[in-house]
C-alpha cells in the first residue's frame, strides 16, 4: 500500500522532470495535509498552490520538488529559506539539509508552522519573524536559499548571505501581468552568475 504523498511523487512528480531520489524521498515522507487548515486538507495531494491563512499560499507540490532539486542540498548544508507560509516547503528542505532557517512575515502564519514543524519532530528546522528580504544574517552564510515568494530584483543581502559554491532560487517579477522567472543563482567567488529555470506564479515578496 501507498501513502498518499508516495502516489503523489509516482504520479506527479516523477513523471514532470522531479529525478533527484533524495527530492523525491522527502517529498514522499512529508504529509503535506498536516500543513493545511482541516477543510482543505482533501485537497492536499492536488499539484497546485492552496490557500492557507494571510491570504497567502502553500506551494505546489511539483514547484518545491523542483526548486528544491535546482538548488541540489547536500545532507551537510545550512539552508534559508524566505516565505515559511505552512511551513510546507521547510520541511521538506529539512530533510534535505542539516539545518533551515526559514523566515516569515506574517506572525500568526509563522507561529502556526512553527508548531506543525514541532509536532511532526521537524526538530532541526527554525521559524524566525521578520523581513527576509533582509536574509537572516546571524547565521549565514548558506549553501542553499529559497525564496517562496516574488522579488521585483534580487535583495542584495540574500546574494551577500550565499555561500561560495552556494545555490539561490528566487522567483523574479519581470512584469506585473506576466508570471514570473524561477532564477538559479550560483556564487563562484565575487561572481554570482545566475540561469533561468521556468515561468512560475508565486505572492509577491513584501517588504517590512
Ligand atoms: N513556502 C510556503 C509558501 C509560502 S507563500 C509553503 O510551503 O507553504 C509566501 C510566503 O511569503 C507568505 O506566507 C508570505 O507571508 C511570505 N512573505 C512575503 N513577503 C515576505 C517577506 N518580505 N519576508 C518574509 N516572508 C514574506
Known sequence: MSTPAQKMVAEQLRPHGVTDERVLQ???????????????RRHAYEDRALAIECGQTISQPLVVALMAQAAAPQPIDIALEVGTGSGYAAAVLSRLCRRVITIEREPALAEHAAETLRRLGFDNVVVAVGDGSLGWAAEAPYDVILVAAAARGVPQPLLDQLADGGRLVIPVAISADAPQDLRIYTRHGDQVPYRSLFPVLFVPLRPG
Not at 522527502?26 to 482543505?40: D, H, I, K, T
Open 26 to 40: 522527502a517529498m514522499a515522507s512529508v504529509p503535506r495535509e498536516e500543513f493545511l487548515a482541516p477543510r482543505m
